[in-house]
């Protein structure tokens, strides 16, 4: 079974504050998704990491693959009340039928 | 607005009762997953079909079926109602098998079913 962790699961900060959330697992990959929900709201995608140690930037937002594509990072600069959401990972394994998905770390962004 | 559209958005009803929830994959997508999230348990993993033909299936209870129709339209039926069965039900599509080889999926909004 392939199990996806995250920390921390909860965060709160303040806007203009820079922050990292983690996802780690024991399983390799083939890629990663990171998702970003509001509440009554489905997941959104906000990006796909594919090669191991890749890095790619979404405005303030940055997503860092494991060089073993075990685990990923996420981290946002300067944040903002908009930021604020559930954010999730997920790993996928080509041609298995799913992704797994952590449980999420939950950012609430004060103004 | 991600393309993927599931009805109904509110379900309420009781314990024993039987639901249909709804999903029409984005357009051009063949693979329709369904996902279970709950307060205490995130997003799990219950059913995928492709073009037809179920691929893989997590952990969904004999009480649910799901099954995916010729027009890619989706329909997950959920019986014997619980208590426990109160969450928010999505659906994902994507291109392929296993998102075209990348894992991305598109979600609906979501039904929100309480069972009460």
């Known amino acids: 079974t392939q199990l996806l962790e995250q920390s921390p699961q909860f965060l709160s900060i303040q806007e203009g504050e820079n922050l990292t959330v983690y996802c780690n697992s024991s399983s390799v990959f083939s890629s990663l998704q990171w998702y970003r929900q509001e509440p009554g709201e489905g997941p959104v995608l906000l990006v796909t990491?594919?090669?191991?140690?890749e890095v790619k930037k979404l405005k303030r937002l940055t997503f860092q693959f494991g060089d073993a594509r075990k685990d990923s990072s996420l981290h946002i600069t300067a944040a903002q009340p908009g930021d604020t959401g559930l954010y999730l990972c997920a790993g996928a394994v080509a041609n298995a039928g799913k992704s797994t998905f952590g449980d999420g770390t939950t950012l609430t962004v004060k103004p | 607005d991600s393309g993927v559209t599931q009805t109904p958005k509110h379900l309420i009803t009781a314990t024993g009762q039987r639901v249909t929830l709804r999903c029409s994959p984005r357009s051009g997508d063949l693979s329709v997953y369904w996902y279970q999230q709950s307060l205490d348990q995130g997003l799990q993993f219950l059913i995928q079909y492709y073009n037809g033909e179920e691929r893989a299936k997590g952990n969904i209870l004999e009480r649910f079926s799901a099954q995916q129709f010729p027009d890619l339209h989706s329909e997950l039926n959920l019986s014997s109602l619980e208590l426990g069965d109160s969450a928010l039900y999505f659906c994902a599509s994507s291109v392929g098998t296993s998102g075209g080889g990348t894992g991305e999926l598109f979600f609906g909004e979501g039904s929100r079913l309480t069972v009460l």
């Open positions: 990491v594919v090669t191991g140690g």
